[in-house]
């Protein structure tokens, strides 16, 4: 059992910048991959960046590629998602998610293999 906590998120204006955390619980959080995913009102939940359960490999989505980064810090059971050059698409609630990996190397982008999620946080991009 895996529990997730997200903080960070509030109201900003385009241009600024913003880092998410996710607080993981358990003591196996080197076993999971983890992701990070958004819905803005009326759309589906989209794919916004992946890592690998051993922090080697990462992947963004193609609308945040060069402006979000995600990392994280297995000893402090963390996973970060660092926002710069925010733009007003932007706007959504934000969710954590983690997924037990076998493959220490591998992320994922499909919300359906994720088995844990956080309860959300609101990032607002005001123009």
């Known amino acids: 059992q895996v529990q997730l906590v997200e903080s960070g998120g509030g109201l900003v204006q385009a241009g600024d910048s913003l880092r998410l955390s996710c607080e993981a619980s358990?003591?196996?959080?080197?076993?999971?991959?983890m992701g990070w995913f958004r819905q803005a009102p009326g759309k589906e939940r989209e794919f916004v960046a992946a890592?690998?359960?051993?922090?080697?490999?990462?992947v963004n989505a193609a609308s945040v590629k060069g402006r979000f980064t995600i990392s994280r810090d297995n000893a402090k059971n963390m996973v970060y998602l660092q926002m710069i050059s925010l733009k007003p698409e932007d706007t959504a609630v934000y969710y954590c998610a983690a997924v037990w990996s076998v493959s220490s190397g591998a992320y994922y982008t499909n919300s359906a293999v994720y088995r844990y999620w956080g309860q959300g946080i609101q990032v607002t991009v005001s123009s």
């Open positions: 890592i690998s359960s051993n922090g080697g490999a990462t």
């Open positions: 358990g003591r196996t959080f080197t076993s999971y991959s």
